[in-house]
């Protein structure tokens, strides 16, 4: 087994930390987050020009092909370096559905896109409000008329929908008796008349909005499918594992962030006359904190080279994506137990991370979906 870096690994993950000590700026993240509610944007076109939002997609498309292990470390890098959740890390996963089933017309749109903004230009409609782990029970609808398509249903808690200028989301066959086989990909303009958004309000994540999407008889055309009409679940979880990991990755940088500031802390902070980290109980949490850490980073750096070598990541990535889940929110949750109160505060950057990071038990498949995933193979492998 091999756990040195390539070369090639190296070097990326330097010339992204040389970026991050050059650019990010915490006040400035701080504003977005708790007052504007937006992106750090000329952070994000800082790694943008220097190619890093790119990362994975072909090289014919203008991207910087890399394997998933190294598309997972860069996500994981750019948690710990920022202390912060990215839309960048992941645009070639987020932008696959479109590079493996679009036409040409949608490729090159999205390209352009991404090159110039240095994100993905589409936010992700599947949840229906009694549609959320269950997929089967979508009821938005295309239906058609006069050469035209109509959209109509209500998506919830779209991540972007108010940056986003489309909308790629999920219709249903209602009459079709498989629900699955039933599913079609829809690009969706955000300005179509019948689209209308309301604003959820979430306790963290704050760079991005959230929201209610109603679609009332959006008239789009045929050309807006995207792929094979009735396989737009299939297309869907074509990377669904590689999208949890990339989505826990950022949960295990920030438990690292997280961590290397408070064994700092509880270098220098005082208490009876003496370091905290002095104390054995607080030396006990550093080390199950380090515990945790080497396990999920053990954890998703497999998984990917798995995926990178043609092993299935059906069970593991659910496992991964379970296990880090929690275990980053555990790790969060001790940092801000050595900051003491201060770390109950919006002053210190683990408060933002705490809650940051509890989504991940939720979004992406919850934890007990990810049981529902994996409890049965498992138990199928000793059958
Ligand atoms: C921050 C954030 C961002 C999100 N962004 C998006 C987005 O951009 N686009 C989008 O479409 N969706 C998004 N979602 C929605 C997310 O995909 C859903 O919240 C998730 O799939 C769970 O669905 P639900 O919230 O309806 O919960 P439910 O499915 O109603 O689940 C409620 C509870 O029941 C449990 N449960 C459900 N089924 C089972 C079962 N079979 N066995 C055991 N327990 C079960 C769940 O684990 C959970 O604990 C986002 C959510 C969050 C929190």
């Known amino acids: 087994m091999d756990f040195k870096m390539t070369e090639e690994q190296e070097l990326l993950l330097e010339s992204l930390k040389e970026l991050v000590e050059r650019e990010w700026n915490e006040e400035a993240y701080n504003d977005c987050y708790y007052r504007d509610h937006t992106y750090p944007l000329d952070f994000i076109s800082k790694l943008s020009e220097a190619g890093f939002t790119m990362l994975g997609v072909p090289e014919e498309y203008g991207g910087t092909p890399v394997d998933y292990l190294t598309l997972v470390m860069f996500a994981k890098e750019l948690a710990r370096l920022t202390g912060a959740s990215l839309p960048t890390s992941s645009n070639a996963i987020s932008i696959d559905d479109i590079l493996s089933f679009g036409n040409e017309e949608q490729k090159k749109f999205i390209l352009e896109y991404v090159t110039e903004h240095g994100t993905s230009p589409f936010a992700l409609g599947f949840s229906e409000p009694q549609a959320g782990s269950d997929s089967s029970a979508i009821t938005t609808t295309a239906t058609r008329k006069d050469g ?41 303009p955000m300005d179509a008349p019948g689209v209308k958004l309301e604003p959820l309000h979430k306790i963290g994540l704050k760079t991005s909005g959230f929201h209610e999407i109603y679609l009332e008889n959006v008239e789009i055309e045929e050309s807006a499918l995207i792929g094979i009409e009735g396989e737009g679940f299939m297309q869907l979880m074509k990377n669904f594992e590689i ?141």
């Open 148 to 188: 035209k398509v109509y959209i109509n249903g209500h998506k919830t808690m779209v991540s972007d929908a108010d940056t986003s200028p489309y909308l790629l989301t999920i219709t249903r066959d209602l009459e079709a008796e498989k629900p699955m086989k039933a599913m079609s990909m829809w690009l969706v």
């Open 243 to 383: 999208e949890r990991l990339m989505l826990v990755a950022i949960g295990v940088g920030m438990a690292e962030a997280a961590f290397e500031e408070v064994a700092r802390y509880a270098n220098f902070r005082e208490q009876f006359g003496k370091p905290i980290g002095q104390f054995q109980i607080i030396q006990e949490k550093i080390t199950d904190m380090a515990i945790k850490i080497a396990n999920m980073k053990s954890h998703i750096f497999e998984c990917a080279w798995k995926k990178d070598n043609d092993i299935s990541i059906m069970v593991e990535s659910a496992l991964a994506k379970r296990y880090c889940s929690q275990a980053s929110f555990e790790v969060l949750d001790e940092a801000m137990q050595i900051l003491g109160g201060i770390g109950y505060t919006e002053e210190s950057r683990i408060s933002r991370m705490w809650v940051d990071v509890r989504h991940l038990r939720i979004a992406g498949g919850t934890d007990e979906i990810m049981v529902h995933i994996a409890g049965r193979q498992l138990l199928k492998q000793y059958r």
